[in-house]
């Protein structure tokens, strides 16, 4: 995994090396300070006259993920001249390589208008979803074998962002992004 400080990571498709269809092509590692996931439930209750009310859980869940960090005003590495494979260009972004499950590729760390471009243009959709990974998903919960508090992925979409100036630091901005998201990749519902 990346260093601490980049364990998020924003991508518009799956992290595959191979070409498969639903490959991301915007590889994203961002300087979060902060991660909140979130379940929202919604059981229904039911009342009853002189009685103790009903309780019905449907499983209804409604999973949000919100991050917040620091960005830089501008790209980390001005040698860096290649637009990348992505309609929003890769260009003065400094980057890293990170494997999972054997595919290696290349993750950028956005400057604060290209991230602001990503988050107003990218769309999730079923074939190229947008997916955030926190930490290691490899082992999501302990085997007992290697004891974990893991990592996942979630399916997310865009549902709010800000970007804050932050004063006596010029040269970079803080940001929050809220996203409504698919329950993580390791949670399963009963059938």
């Known amino acids: 995994m990346a260093e601490a400080s980049l364990s998020v990571l924003l991508r518009n498709g799956t992290h595959h090396g191979d070409g498969r269809a639903g490959q991301g092509t915007l590889f994203y590692a961002l300087k979060c300070e902060n991660i909140t996931v979130n379940y929202g439930r919604t059981p229904i209750q039911i009342a009853i006259p002189q009685n103790k009310p009903e309780l019905v859980d449907l ?19 001005p040698s860096n001249t290649a637009n990348g494979s992505a309609s929003i260009s890769t260009a003065a972004m400094s980057s890293f390589s990170y494997t999972l499950n054997s ?8 400057y604060k208008n290209a991230l ?7 769309l999730f959709t079923d074939d190229s979803p947008l997916e955030i990974q926190v930490g290691d998903p490899t ?3 302990s085997s007992g074998v ?5 990592g996942t992925i979630y399916k997310v979409a865009v549902q709010s ?18 996203f ?10 009963p059938s």
């Open 180 to 189: 409504v998201a698919k329950a993580a990749e390791h949670v399963t519902f």
């Open 161 to 178: 962002a800000n970007f804050s100036y932050v004063p006596a630091m010029e040269d970079r901005y803080s940001f929050a992004i809220q």
């Open 103 to 110: 595919a290696t590729i290349s993750y950028f760390i956005p």
């Open 59 to 77: 499983g209804i869940v409604r999973p949000t993920v919100s991050i917040s960090g620091v960005i830089d005003a501008v790209g980390g590495d």
């Open 146 to 150: 290697d004891e974990s508090t893991g």
């Open 116 to 122: 602001e471009d990503f988050i107003a243009s990218e």
């Open 139 to 141: 082992q999501p919960i």
